[in-house]
């Protein structure tokens, strides 16, 4: 079945410093791919997305690139600020129809130190 | 703004009280969702609408029945409310094929004591 399985966290950085975090997923065919960011106490907002092999979604310094030999999104980012402070969702929808679901990892939950 | 709404944001029930939560969207979408996030549990299905007039269970769809009342409304109710059902809900919608992802709501955090 479908499945997505994202890194554990919770990951700890200091300002400026390099962020990565690990997306990889299990699907038939070729899915969207998505990352959802979750400021405290808010709901999930759509950060970026890819919706082939190779695209590279981008947002807010924020990049991830769909690699189907691998079948992985991972996140990244250059330099994270304290506001980047937040919980971050990869997920994975199949495209064949309206019905296609979309599938959550567990989240990752960034904490940036100034 | 154009978006999905939800009601009420906090509410506290007491074990055994039931309570509908309230979703709607204007986005003219046609599959809505409702999902349940606890601590180190990420986000669950709790039951979707692919469409108007149609429901489906996702994955702990016990203890839950959902209306959806027209295109824009999509209800979740808690008919007797336990301890365990305490977390935070989520409605989401969506429309056309894979391409798109899901519009979220700002959450009802639900505590039964």
């Known amino acids: 079945g479908n499945s997505v399985t994202q890194m554990e966290g919770p990951v700890t950085l200091s300002e400026e410093a390099f962020l990565t975090i690990n997306c990889t997923y299990t699907?038939?065919?070729?899915?969207?791919l998505f990352w959802y960011v979750q400021y405290p106490g808010e709901g999930l907002q759509l950060l970026l997305k890819a919706t082939k092999a190779d695209d590279k979604g981008s947002n807010k310094g924020f990049e991830a690139t769909y690699r189907k030999e691998t079948t992985s999104f991972h996140l990244e980012k250059g330099s994270v600020q304290v506001s980047d402070s937040a919980v971050y969702f990869c997920a994975a929808r199949q495209g064949s129809s309206t019905l296609g679901r979309l599938y959550f990892g567990r989240g990752t939950q960034l904490t940036v130190w100034p | 703004n154009a978006g999905v709404t939800q009601t009420p944001k906090f509410q506290v029930l007491k074990t055994g009280q039931s309570m509908t939560l309230q979703c709607a969207q204007d986005?003219?979408?046609?599959?809505m969702y409702w999902y349940r996030q606890d601590p180190g549990m990420g986000l669950r299905l709790i039951y979707y609408s692919a469409s108007e007039g149609t429901t489906d269970k996702g994955e702990v769809p016990n203890g839950y029945n959902v209306s959806r009342l027209n295109k824009r409304e999509f209800s979740l109710r808690l008919e007797s409310a336990a301890p365990s059902q305490t977390s935070v809900y989520f409605c989401?919608?969506?429309?056309?094929?894979?391409?798109?992802?899901?519009?979220f709501g700002s959450g009802t955090r639900l505590t039964v004591v």
């Open positions: 986005m003219n979408h046609n599959s």
């Open positions: 989401a919608s969506s429309t056309g094929t894979g391409v798109y992802g899901y519009t």
């Open positions: 699907a038939t065919g070729y899915p969207s």
